[in-house]
Each structure stands twice: as C-alpha cells, then as structure tokens.
C-alpha cells in the first residue's frame, strides 16, 4: 500500500487560475423587512486560497513541495495571493503580475454552516501572448526538479491550448507526469495529459451526452478517451465515487468514502491533489485514486474551501 511518508520527498510544479476564497460567517435570526430575504448578522472573517490556491493547500497539508505558476492582479487579493504562497513556502517566481486582469476574489456567506450566497468578483479573458512567453520561460527552468505537474483549470483564461500542449510536450520528454482538472467543454484542450479529472458534469459536456446510467457514464469515458488521445482518465461522481478508464482495462468504479457531506467546495482540488501525489510516490493508478477517494470523503465533511490532513488521511485509511 502506498506510504504517506513518501509525500514529503515529491515536488509538484501547479499551473493554474489563483483565486482568493473570502467567507463572510454569521447567523440568522430574521428576514429583512426590506425584501423577503434573510439578514446575516456577520460574526467572523477569512480569506483562503481557491483556485489552483486550493490545490496547492492540499499539496501543502500533505507535506510536498510546490512551484506555483499562475497570474496574479496588482491589488488588494493579488497582493493577498503572494502573501498567502510564501506563508506556505511556496515558489513564486512563476506568478506573473498582469495589471489589467484582477485577482478572482469568490466571496461565500456562510450562516448556520451553510452556504446562502456567493459573490463572484473576476474578469475572464485569455493571457496575452507576453504572459505565456514568460509563463513557459519558468515552467522550462523549472521542470528539470519536480515529480509531478498538475494543471488547475478554473476557465479564466490562463489555462490556453497553447500553454497546455507546449507543458505536454516538455514533461513527456522528460518522463514526468501530468495531471489536468478540467473546466473548458473541448477536452482536446488536454490531449495528451498522462490523467484528465473531470467530474460527472464536465464528463457528459464533453462527450455531448446526458449521463443517465452507469452504462451512460463508460460511454462518456471512451469518447473522452479516445477524443483527447488519453491512457487514463478519471471521473468525479460526487456521492457516488469516483469511476477509472484505462487504457486495455473495463472501468473501474470506487464507491464514495464521505459519511456525511457538509460543502463539496473544492473536492475536486483534493481528489487530483492526492491522485497526483500517490502517482508520483510509485502507486498504481488504482491504489492513487482510492486514496484520493477517502481525502475527499474527509473534506466534503468540513464546511468552506478545506484540505484533510495528512494524520486525518492516515487515521482514515487506517480504519
């Protein structure tokens, strides 16, 4: 079975949209009298990372090594961005600051431990032909000393096809391997990536059809398969697991290890988090998901943007 201790060793190179996730907490006890909504008295205040941030707090929790690569906006929450990296000691000679494209700032009221309202401040557009030039002059500088790539695409629009086929190309020459989790509907955006992680949703999008079935969802996987040229896939279910593709061998479903689900922010960050770590530290494909699986059992069972810890992943897989 996989040895959690090796996680420490592994050096991760992340690409992807940095975001801030700000939760606004509190209680209600009223409706306005203004309009029938409620009144939110806020108690309490916190910014995380989101984004290809949360990916990077998993990385973290677990112990490994990460190079961020990503933008970050020249105000308060892309100040916020690099403040938050260094706290984790994180490499960030890889952001580049882009004064017209402003931090993605998700901004989540949480009352009763639940959520009742998201507010999303972020300009979507493509990175300009400089901020790739200087993007990739890091990633080739880089790639020589980390294990493992992990591209985060939250559809902002750093994540370009020419930034993910110039990536592919480098760490298959050198042997590395590279993770995507998707947002964009072509997923020839990705082809090539040693693992696509799309959930359930982006799955039947992708494959332009309604999954209805069990049988629906391994269709969708062979399309997917075989339209963006893949060896190994895996698709998010949410409650219901988690289901394997690879290449000569049936699909494979892992049941869901979440006992009870509070907040699915984020799951998706912790699954190929971990799925990449176990990859890198010499698991089968098979071994890296079912711990991926449980790491995400752990977080939906927090409230907000959370990460498990490498000794409630330990007591876990124990029990």
């Not at 938050?84 to 004064?99: M, N, Q, R, Y």
């Not at 790639?143 to 994540?159: E, N, T």
């Not at 190309?169 to 964009?184: E, N, Q, S, V």
């Not at 049988?215 to 190994?232: N, P, S, W």
């Amino acid at each position: 079975m996989l040895n959690l201790d090796h996680f420490k060793k592994i050096r991760v190179l992340v690409i992807g949209d940095l975001m801030i996730d700000e939760y606004l907490w509190g209680s209600v006890d009223r409706i306005s009298p203004e309009a029938p909504v409620m009144v939110v008295s806020i108690e309490k205040e916190s910014q995380t990372l989101g984004g290809a941030g949360n990916v990077i707090n998993n990385l973290v929790a677990m112990g490994a090594k990460v190079v961020a690569i990503g933008t970050a906006g020249t105000g308060k929450a892309g100040r916020m961005i690099f403040e938050k990296l260094a706290e984790l000691g994180v490499e960030t000679d890889g952001i580049v600051s882009e004064p017209e494209r402003p931090t993605t700032r998700k901004t989540r009221i949480i009352a009763s431990n639940q959520q009742v309202l998201r507010i999303d401040r972020e300009i979507k557009k493509q990175i300009t032909c400089s901020t790739l030039e200087k993007l990739m002059a890091v990633i080739e500088k880089k790639i020589a000393g980390v294990d493992v790539i992990i591209i985060s695409d939250y559809d902002k629009g750093l994540v370009t096809g020419d930034l993910v086929a110039k990536t592919v190309a480098l760490a298959r020459t050198r042997g590395i391997l590279i993770l995507a989790d998707p947002k964009a509907l072509n997923f020839l955006k990705y082809a090539r990536v040693s693992v696509l992680t799309p959930n359930k949703k982006e799955a039947g999008l992708a494959a332009n059809m309604e999954i209805l079935t069990e049988q629906d969802l391994f269709l969708a996987g062979e399309k997917i398969m075989l339209q963006a040229g893949l060896e190994r896939l895996l698709i998010t279910c949410g409650k219901d697991g988690m289901v394997l593709f690879e290449t000569g061998m049936p699909p494979h479903v892992i049941a869901s290890k979440a006992r009870q689900v509070f907040d699915v922010s984020g799951a998706g960050d912790t699954v190929i988090s971990l799925l990449g770590l176990g990859l890198a530290a010499g698991a089968s494909f098979h071994d890296a998901a079912m711990v991926a699986n449980v790491a995400a059992g752990i977080v939906v069972a927090k409230v907000g943007t959370a990460t498990a810890s490498l000794a409630e992943l330990r007591q876990a897989l124990e029990n």
